[in-house]
């Protein structure tokens, strides 16, 4: 098809053999449909590639992650948004998830990761993270992520941490206060409100991440 | 052909050229159309590999939204599926009875076979004595084996659905949409439901094999309602022994309904009002926080109530048409499929809500239906995930005519008279009951095919757009192909036939008026301010009283189908005042909460005690998660902002 001339596109056309071709492509997938050009993702990897991208993360102690292999692969995990300077909805939330890590470890739940991610890598050095999670006294086996500013936006999109708006969306201090926690192998994923009664977080994350 | 052996993004991207070297060819408008290069909708058609679809970026293996989904290019290629209808089983003879008799108190006895307790159920039967049941249901839950929803799809391998009720999942598989159950008040029924879903990981990476099916929306005790959690049950628990809401793998669960109308323990003994039967309901799953990919992934089907009025037989009662032969139920589900791989998709991080680009009606994508020349009677049902329709009836072959039908039922409750519309509005969970006359429309309007059309246009989950598309560019959902004329002596609603009466819904009587503003902060839902929790319920009402509840909509532009369960309620202004239209005076159980809007209901609440919610039923709301419980006990409180 590539360098046709409108006349000699005109005159195929009529005959339209790939219009055949495609249609027979399509149509001819009953039976063994899996072999006629239907391709099937096995479902943890298209888990993988919609929702992880592998990008790299820095933590508050400054160590390098990856944030799907290190991080998220095999685990159960809590995730959310914030920035330290956020002075409106991580304030409750954040408290929120420190009441509900201490619930966990009391019941001797201590194979749950927590994941908060700064929304904004320009300013969150790992030393002010580090600050940020030492103030909030946040238990151990939690870590707080910064990174190329990029890689965090796509973390967000991917996460669905995205408000319809784009305004809204652009505006930091209206982020989301949604947490979204889950068993990455058994594909199991929930979102819950991070304002909601941290009792009512617990017991779902208890019982949903077995 | 070379071509058939390139991967769908190879596709794509020989699409792309070709758009290209349209493009430099310079054809007009005109000429694109007379090659058949342009469909009628103004779009390159799907063909000489110019799939518009195809060359969408960013459509690859994963990619779960509208426009990714295969193109399908020939709608109308197969028949509408009609559910079967669920056998009733013997108490005494059938095996599963006899092994496992249906008691009134749950079987909490530990399962050898699982380990975990045989039935789910923690609770009691309400009122089970006074209405002890008399007929009897099994069904299973499993996944659907390979099933075709059109050919120019894959056979579909990640639907789960209910079967007949054998046991043998092989020769008794589950279908999607589950199997219509039939049942008359007067006569009690238990159905055993039985949960053989396969263990996670899910197929398609959705779904989660713990269920508890609602029946949406009958007068049920908090034992059978099916609800979401129950703080008196174990909440949202997923220990075996404690919870007694959803169950697991290798249990079942009794569900029990008394058949009565509400009133049967307030004013209106034994039986309860007449005025207060449901005729069209539906069943579907309602697992907590997983209700959404669960009912996609196809937990769900009709149950229609019969009475002594809404007989089935079209010679008695209020002569609708006969059941089954001209009584169809119809479950309209907008999905998304893989563009790779061909299969059903779902994006569970997904928080606005799921918007489909391929229309499934009763499990097919864009059927045809053969009806004959005469009257016919459809429940149509909105199965969600988040869309809202308007659909219309539309001749293909004379775009401009406008064709009327009637309504006879809303959300499963029969008005007092048939009302004539050209089209009728659904959010998700609101069902019409419709008659359309083919014999009138035939002759009124030489039409020999109808289509149902959907005109309402949508692109996300926050609601619909203002605008609806002209006839005939809309959403194609089913084609009505009209043939021979038979018998028919169901009534013609344009005869002006009165139906039941509304019950009285007076200010006066209420004890209580209670507001619930819904409000989106941070992009989460909240209802007066406050989050869902499934560890209590937020206030309690008076049992055998009636009160005002106040819908108010304070989430900045988005459209919510608000639904309780329990009772249906009756609407008593809408938009801030206003009666509301025609259509809406009727009894309801799921109310379209628009942009700005504020609306009263009237509601009883009777004969039980309990917890049920209240939530939105764009199902990905509910599980982020518009919802709250309340409770009904013999003693209410005054919380007027619970």
Known sequence: ?210 | MHILRFRPNKLAEIARKNRQEIIKARLGRRELFKLGLLTSAGYLATKGGLSARASRSGCQAGDCQPGCSPPITQPFVEPMPIPPVLPERDVNTYQEFVDRPPTDAPNRATNPATGIPFEGRTQTHQFRGQFPPEKFFVTRMGAVPAVSVHPQLPLQTFFWGFNLGGADLVADPPLSPGPTVVTRYGDPVLIRRYNNLPAGPSSGGFGVPEVSTHLHNFHSGPDSDGGPCDPTTGGNTTDPFQQGRFFFRGQYYDYFYTMARAGFDAGHPPGGDVNETLSTLWYHDHRVDHTAENVYKGLAGFHILFSEFDTGDENTGFRLPTFPDFDIPMILTDKLFDPASGQLCFDTFGLDGLVGDTFLVNGKVQPFFDVFKRRYRFRVLDGGPSRFYQLFLTNPDNLNQQIQFHVIANDGNLLPQPIAVTSVLLSVAERFDIIIDFKKIAQQFGASRLWLENRLVQTNGRGPEDELKSAGQGDKLVEFRIGAEVADNSVDPTTNPQFLTLPSAPRSEARITREFRFERRNGQWAINNQFVDCTRARFKVQRNTAEIWVLENSSGGWQHPIHIHLEEFQILTRDYGDPPPLIERSRKDVVRLGRNDRIELFMRFRDFRGIWPMHCHNTIHEDHAMMLLFEVADVGDNKERP
């Open chain 1, 1 to 210: 098809m590539v360098g046709i001339t409108r006349r000699a596109w005109l005159a195929t056309c009529g005959l339209a053999p790939l219009a055949g071709g495609l249609a027979a492509w399509i149509t001819n997938n009953k039976g063994p449909e899996q072999r006629r050009g239907w391709q099937t993702t096995e479902p943890r990897e298209l888990v993988r590639q919609r929702h992880f991208p592998n990008v790299e993360l820095i933590t508050q102690e400054g160590r390098k992650v990856l944030y799907y292999d290190d991080l998220i692969k095999d685990k159960k995990v809590v995730l959310n948004l914030m920035y330290v300077k956020c002075r409106g909805i991580c304030v409750p939330v954040t408290a929120n998830l420190v009441r509900v890590q201490k619930l966990l470890r009391e019941h001797g739940r201590n194979d749950i990761f927590f994941y908060s991610i700064t929304l904004k890598p320009e300013e969150d050095t790992p030393e002010a993270l580090k600050q940020y999670a030492e103030a909030h006294g946040v238990g151990p086996g939690w870590w707080f992520l910064t990174g190329k500013p990029a890689d965090i936006e796509l973390i967000r999109r991917r996460l669905r941490f995205v408000d319809l708006d784009p305004v809204v969306d652009a505006d930091k201090s209206s982020h989301i206060g949604m947490i979204r926690f889950g068993n990455e192998p058994m594909l199991r994923w929930v979102a819950c409100p991070g304002q909601a009664n941290p009792e009512h977080i617990f017991k779902t994350m208890l019982w949903e991440l077995t």
